[in-house]
Every structure is written in structure tokens, then in C-alpha cells.
Nanobody, 115 residues
Framework: VQVVESGGGLVQPGGSLRLSCIAS????????MSWYRQGPGKEREWVAT????????GYADSVKGRFSISRDNAKNTVYLQMNALKPEDTAGYYC?????????WGQGTQVTVSS
């Protein structure tokens, strides 16, 4: 199993980034896909989810209206489009695949929002 994030970097406040997460080794379409983040000195927090069944999405209040999660099952990839970035969005961003009690995590990609 592999879960690999990419797309992080340094961006100015108000800017945008698009994170990608490509997965392999399991049936991607059967798993709920989520993004989490962990800022400096903070606990890991949930950001967004795109479910496998029903294909519904959900967002943390802190990112609602600014971030958008999408998935392409044909490419085994989930995306996180981040707009209107704020310094408080600075964090390591982690991709998660979950089905029942099975969890797979990536190694994360760093997003730094600073002028």
C-alpha cells in the first residue's frame, strides 16, 4: 500500500495551492478519502472528506468556502484545492484512506503560507 501526497510549498496569504494524493495497493474507490493537517505545536485535525458511497463531501468550519476536495477514481487520486490561504493554514497536510477499521496514511506535504 502506498499513499503519496504532493503539491505543497510556500505561498503568500490569499494565494492558492492544489494538493494531490495518489494511492495504490488497495481498491481506491471503496475507501473514504480525507485530508488532515497538523500545524506547528498543534494536534492533527480533520480538514475534508470525500466519501466512497454517495460521493458526498464534508469540510471543517475553518476551511469551508475556501477549500474543495475532489477525487478521480480512475486515477486513484484525491485532490485538495486550497484558495484564499491564510497563515493559519500553515501545516503538514496528510492524506487518509479509510474503510471501516482500516486506515492508510501518507507521509504528508508541507504547506507554508507567509509573506
Amino acid at each position: 500500500v502506498q499513499v503519496v501526497e504532493s503539491g505543497g510549498g510556500l505561498v503568500q496569504p490569499g494565494g492558492s495551492l492544489r494538493l494531490s494524493c495518489i494511492a495504490s495497493g488497495f481498491t481506491f474507490s471503496d475507501y473514504d478519502m480525507s485530508w488532515y493537517r497538523q500545524g506547528p505545536g498543534k494536534e492533527r485535525e480533520w480538514v475534508a472528506t470525500f466519501t466512497s458511497i454517495g460521493r458526498t463531501t464534508g469540510y471543517a468550519d475553518s476551511v469551508k468556502g475556501r477549500f474543495s476536495i475532489s477525487r478521480d477514481n480512475a486515477k486513484n487520486t484525491v485532490y485538495l484545492q486550497m484558495n484564499a490561504l491564510k497563515p493559519e493554514d500553515t501545516a503538514g497536510y496528510y492524506c487518509n484512506a479509510r474503510r471501516g477499521f482500516v486506515d492508510y496514511w501518507g507521509q504528508g506535504t508541507q504547506v507554508t503560507v507567509s509573506s
